[in-house]
């Protein structure tokens, strides 16, 4: 999408054949500077940060897995995030074909294949929660969820009927629509929503922390206790570092390839990384406080931040405006989420399998919609029996893209850039001291911790 982007805004600058490594196949399409920073912002920034941060922070310990987040954040996240970056930047391809093209071996295509996979999987359920927004954009925005209403019963009844897949399939087919079309205006969308985003939450936040009872859920949510944590909270706070930055499946390195020589990775990098942690730290900071002030359990899972926000919106003056300006603004946060997602198996298809645009495009959108039903159907839907070990099929999928490909996709990059890639530095342009931080955190701490948590999590290392 990013090429039709750029030709048609018109403020990305292209410069072919600057340097050697960028004239054969590679892409000249270039993000503006601060464009880039609001794409790569618009990417992270999501139902990531929205809804799943959330529900998870409630059901893996509250403060002190938080904590555990933002360490992973900072360590593990934001290293690996700007090796995507530079990759992208250095190869000037696909997810695949730059690692092939920086370290001439074909070995490391394998990560197209691992990132389709991740792509698929994450777009097939995440596009369910996104029609989830839309469904509430419409009820918040038309005052149908007043006062007496019962947020939960609501909710419940709502995913276990049909309609679910009716806006995943207008989810799918917004997005197979602007991917096919090239997205023009993504970049000035992003631009525009970002700052409103962050406007409407700040006001919502010093709304409810003004009701009753708020404190109690401001301090579940900020003041650690360890003994809250579970078996599962390490592996799945690294999952969510790479879920929340978008890494681990070359939706990044897709996106350093469109990147100006000139730009300064290591800043983009803080901007993108600080930028997630905020909208996480808001919605926190507005989700917590609101569930303790009305009693809802907030280790419930998916449905917290569509039982908890609505109560909250119904118990506050005009709250049906700032309803369904929130819902509406997180449903376009979610869809240029959706968009850099699709983009990855569509920009590989074509690629691999020498197809026209549309017809990746509209490949793509149909297979992760069938994938994808039995996701919006089996959270109290027709499939609901589809359980396993307590965990949905929706679960599931989340699970094993989350927390195992994304972070396996994480190593991945973090050995190439850290051990396979001899001119990492050059295409960096850190100074000597950041560039030894990076080096060290992607070739030791990084690796080492992802290994750690996996041997850990599958139960064959105990510590
Ligand atoms: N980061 C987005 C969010 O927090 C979701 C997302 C977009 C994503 N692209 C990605 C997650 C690539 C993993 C990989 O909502």
């Not at 071996?105 to 792509?119: D, P």
């Not at 989810?171 to 970049?187: F, H, K, N, P, Q």
Request: proline share 3%; charged share 10%.
């Amino acid at each position: 999408m990013d090429k039709e982007l750029h030709q048609q805004n018109g403020d990305g600058q292209v410069r072919q054949g600057d340097t050697a490594r960028q004239e054969d196949s590679g892409t000249a399409e270039r993000f503006s500077r601060s464009g880039f920073i609001f794409a790569a912002i618009g990417s992270s920034v999501g139902l990531g940060n929205m809804w799943k941060f959330p529900y998870i922070t409630g059901q893996y310990g509250g403060a002190a897995f938080f904590l555990l987040f933002t360490i992973c954040l900072l360590l593990i996240g934001l290293p690996v995030l700007m090796a995507e970056l530079t990759v992208g930047r250095g190869g000037r391809g696909s997810a695949s074909s730059s690692l092939v093209r920086l370290s001439g071996r074909k070995i490391w295509g394998g990560f197209g294949v691992l990132s389709i996979a991740g792509a698929f999987f994450i777009t097939s359920f995440y596009t369910v929660v996104a029609g989830w927004t839309l469904h509430y954009a419409v009820l918040t925005s038309a005052n149908a969820l007043g006062k007496g209403t019962d947020f939960a019963a609501t909710f419940f009844s709502f995913i276990g009927g049909w309609w679910p897949v009716a806006w995943q399939a207008a989810v799918m087919l917004i997005t197979g629509w602007i991917v096919v079309r090239g997205a023009s205006g993504i970049e000035k969308f992003n631009r525009i929503l970002i700052p409103a985003l962050l406007v409407i939450l700040i006001i919502i936040m010093i709304r409810v922390l003004q009701l009753p009872g708020a404190s109690e859920g401001v301090s579940f949510f900020l003041k650690p206790d360890f003994g809250k944590l579970t078996n599962e909270s390490l592996l799945v706070a690294l999952g969510h570092a790479f879920f929340s930055l978008s890494l681990g499946m070359g939706t990044m390195m897709t996106y350093g390839a469109y990147v100006d020589r000139r730009q300064s990775l290591g800043a983009a990098t803080l901007a993108v990384g600080g930028g997630d942690l905020m909208y996480a730290l808001l919605a926190g900071m507005i989700i917590f406080p609101t569930t303790f002030a009305f009693g809802i359990e907030p280790a419930q899972g998916p449905g917290l931040a569509f039982i908890g926000l609505p109560a909250a919106f119904s118990a506050m003056p005009l709250g049906w405006l700032f309803g369904g300006l929130f819902f509406v603004l997180l449903a376009i946060a979610a869809l240029t989420s959706v968009v850099s997602l699709l983009e990855v198996p569509v920009a590989y298809a074509m690629e691999r399998w020498r197809l026209s645009r549309s017809t990746a495009t509209v490949s793509t959108t149909v297979l992760c919609f069938l994938f994808g039903l039995p996701s919006a159907l089996s959270v109290g839907g027709a499939v609901g029996w589809l359980h396993w070990e307590g965990k949905s099929f929706f679960d599931w999928v989340d699970f094993i893209a989350s927390n195992i490909i994304l972070p396996l996709g994480g190593l991945m990059v973090t050995l190439f850039v850290g051990y396979a890639w001899k001119h990492a530095a050059q295409e960096a342009g850190l100074t000597a001291g950041w560039f030894r931080l990076w080096l060290f955190l992607l070739r030791y701490v990084a690796p080492v911790l992802i290994v750690l948590v996996f041997l850990h999590t599958s139960g064959i290392w105990s510590f």
